[in-house]
């Protein structure tokens, strides 16, 4: 077998076999990762082996496969691109690789892709340049152009290949929303040739091969890569080549992302640009659009704050939570769950264990709290079936893994027992004594609550190292955070199963230190108190909303208040009152709206119409404008929406500083992850932390004083914030 480094190159990531039946293999490993990336390397060993393909008579045709088990190549490496600095430079390398690309496309040979596993971004580029494409049938197996999530395009011709083999639709919204597509789909798109099993993936690649060999002998005039239905041809048509189509098509596109991005994502825009361009002037006009614009989002604001999250939960998913585990500690696995409680929480908790592979005992107080329980759970399953993200036989099998009793039977089986009951302390402290007393020694207790202090839950336990706070954000099976809470004598062991059951159950993990309200909660309960303020200023409750969903937000705080429930909000607040004093004292509009009996979605009455008469218009749901008499005020004040975003927003922002300060995070990565993924924090700034080092501590400082100056208390600016801004220092060091 030859390499690339034959051809004087260090550190092959590919290996050229020699030809048999006029095929070679050619096959992708990176000997220094566990996944294949585009890098420099492989585009100078790709060059090289490019040129002694066309050169050797003997090979007609090439397999491009892994040597990487059920993985193709998963994109560009991402500190290489995160490390380039100017945007010529970007430009000119994307430029290089869709050149490279091209000779693929372009040459006699005839290159097949034979991919087992995921094929994203640039390895979908490098899959979509060759002549034919093998995927296997394998769950792992998809593709995908996840740029956008990076806050960039692809930059290797991927969005105008896709074009071209299927159309411009189809380019639009793998480059818009980055989905990953599979096997079946991807076919039935025409994004692909052939789906088969694993197994015979490298034979049928091959005869493919030999196929369009056989064609091009033939004489045969019909491109070989024209995987096109015919109702894709004449829809192709109607579109691309009709200039009132184009217009029509890419102007609705551009509407829908303002709407969706308020122009804080620069980088879906582009991509309309890119695909515009090519429908318009053709592929060569695309391809040059598209370097340059690439090279411009490399370098961009936005760009490097989502890379920076990407790189985050990429550290997070090889983190244990605790730094004092010694290395290569083999963990009790967890095999058997119990959940007391089986509410939309307690039941999505048992969704996505079961899905995980772990069997869960559901424990209710009666039969229809235990009906009830395992409804839920055959809901979410049914879901995932009907959406086709699960097949009947795994949703069978996810089901068979639940059972509920209205008793502890199962208990001493349990690995874990997560308790997600009401939020009251004498409860959970009488679940954790019943449960010591019946659980086996090694057995975790985990609580859902989302502001009582571990440490009080734990105060008579007679196993205090196997407590803990497992957070779970609601709907669970749509969440992706969970934030676990250690105490004081939460053993290093239980921390680290508990990270590794939230990975399992496909949680990006935080892990903090216990006190009231922990770190999420916290941080949101000044933010919803802000707004109520604002409100009993009288500004419209709608104004608020839209401000902050404005300054990117997937909600506004009230109608998330309304979500969350206003007596769970007041329950939270009467608890975060008491530990913080002032600082987190709630206006008085909020225990008017509950004596009122508004609870918000959950009763149907809250700051928000909800039934028939809630009715959304132009997609916003309508405010029950009787809320402003009830709090006593006309909804008449003026203000700009940079005023509502900056105090509801540095709330948010101060007190995450205040949590770290006090020891509550063990870094600002987490405290950025946890106010993205739990509360939704616009990612585009990055995080709390983030935000702050972008515009200086001193300005974040200067601002929060000047509200402390005007509002008192609930503004004391954190102590480490003033520090950093007295020091001229980043959270970020």
Sequence with gaps: MSGAHDRGLAGAVMQL??????????????????????????????AALLDTIESNDSILGVVVSSAKKQSFIVGANIQMVAAIKFAQEAERGAADLAQLFGRIKASKKIFVAAIDG?????????ALACHAIILSDSPKTMVALPEVQLGLLPGANGLLRVAERADVRVALDLGLTGKNVRPKKAKTLGLVDDVVPAAHLTKVAKAKVHAILEAKKKGNKKKHLDVQTLQADVTRSAIEGNPLGRRVLFSKAREALRKKTRGHYPAPER????????????????????????GELVVSEVSARLVEIFEATTALKKDTGTDRLAPGTELPATTRMTVLGGGLMGGGIAFVTARAGIHVRIRERDEAGRGRALRYVGELVGERVKKKQSTAIDGQADLARVTATTDWSGLKHADIVVEAVFEDLELKQEMLRQVEAIAPAHALFAS????????QIAANAQRPENVLGMHYFSPVHKMPLLEIIRTAKTSDESVARAVALGKKQGKTVIVVGDGVGFYTSRILAPYLNEAAYLLSEGVAIDVIDDAMVAWGFPVGPLQLLDEVGIDVGSHVGVVMRQAFGDRMIAPAATSKLLDDGRKGRKNG???YLYGDA???KKGKRQVDTSVYKLVGIEPTAQMAAEDIQMRCGLQMVNEAFHCFGEGILRGPRDGDIGAIFGLGFPPFRGGPFRYVDTIGAAEAYRRIQGF?????ARWEPAPLLRELARDGKRSYN
């Design 271 to 294: 991509i309309v640009d890119v695909l515009e361009r090519y429908a318009s002037k053709g592929f060569a006009a695309g391809a040059a659009l598209e370097a340059k614009l690439f």
């Design 614 to 616: 809630g009715a959304k």
């Design 448 to 455: 859902n609550t989302s502001s009582i202090p571990i440490t």
């Design 708 to 712: 402390h100056d005007r509002f008192g």
């Design 118 to 126: 995921p094929a994203l971004g640039g390895g979908f580029e490098f």
């Design 605 to 607: 009455r809250g700051l």
């Design 17 to 46: 076999g020699e030809p048999e039946d006029g095929i070679a293999m050619l096959v992708l490993d990176d000997p220094e990762a566990s996944v294949n990336t585009l890098t420099q390397a492989f585009g100078e060993q790709l």
